[in-house]
């Protein structure tokens, strides 16, 4: 299997855990601007050169994409986004600030083809974070969180923070998706994020997740995150490399 991870708090602290990985992966990079995501490469190229760093970026207001991000900072993003010649990660979630949403409910059309544009134009260079397909896929595409555009769609499926009819209902439904060469899946928390409330996944736990992923056909997975990352994790890991 293929194994990336994310990390959302790029800290000296959280890329020191670079040095247990002795395989080349992919480490989608959270940052609040280009430059600032470029700066963080560096740090990532001087501890381990076998890491290739994929630009995550945090939308200012907002904080994830979606058609409830304000016009402008959309606009700001892409156009920067642009400039970069790293893969990127467009993180398709409701804002942090859920007053958004109301807040710009008139914008959603005009938005919601902006960001389905931009995944177009960058197909071949653009992983999306989104939640796995099920029952309420056509919602998710009604919200603007999922897209019919050939990118590589990572489904996020923290199994630590959902209920377990949840879990249920997801190993039930991702196993029929189809081409799954052109997804991967999002597994953890092995350690806590934006929110500052996600159950941690044990080591055991993530062991039986990457177990049923491989059973039912996906060869590409995304850890969250890096800085939860310990040897205890990584014999894990180490076990479907």
């Known amino acids: 299997m293929k194994i990336d991870f994310y990390e959302e708090f790029p800290t000296e602290k959280n890329l020191q855990k670079l040095k247990l990985i ?16 470029l700066e963080i490469q560096k740090e990532v190229e001087k501890i381990n050169r076998k890491i290739e760093c ?3 970026p ?19 993003l ?17 804002p942090l600030n859920k007053k958004m949403i109301w807040k710009n409910l008139s914008s959603y059309f005009k938005n919601k083809k902006m960001i389905k544009k931009f995944l177009e134009q960058n197909k071949k260079r653009i992983t999306t974070a989104q ?5 309420l896929n056509i919602f998710m595409k009604i919200l603007g969180l999922n897209y019919n555009v050939a ?21 039930k439904n991702i196993p029929a998706l189809k081409n799954k ?7 953890g928390t092995i350690a806590i994020g934006i929110l500052g409330d996600e159950p941690i996944l044990s080591p055991e736990n993530l062991e039986k997740d990457l177990e049923f992923v491989k059973k039912v056909g996906f060869e590409k997975v995304v850890i969250f995150r890096l800085g939860g990352l310990d040897e205890k ?3 894990i890991i180490e076990k479907f490399i």
């Open 54 to 56: 994929a630009y995550w």
């Open 131 to 135: 939640f796995p397909s099920s029952i």
């Open 151 to 171: 990118v590589e769609k990572s489904l996020m499926w923290y199994s630590s923070m959902n209920s377990k009819i949840m879990n249920e209902s997801i190993k």
């Open 233 to 235: 994790y990584m014999k």
């Open 78 to 94: 892409f156009s920067e986004l642009n400039s970069c010649n790293n893969h990127l990660l467009i993180d398709l979630e409701l």
């Open 58 to 76: 945090i939308i200012k207001n907002s904080y994830w994409i979606s058609p409830f991000s304000n016009t402008c900072d959309l606009i700001r």
């Open 181 to 187: 060469d052109n997804y991967s899946i999002s597994l």
């Open 22 to 37: 002795k395989f080349s992966c992919r480490l989608f990079v959270a940052a609040k601007s280009l430059k600032e995501f």
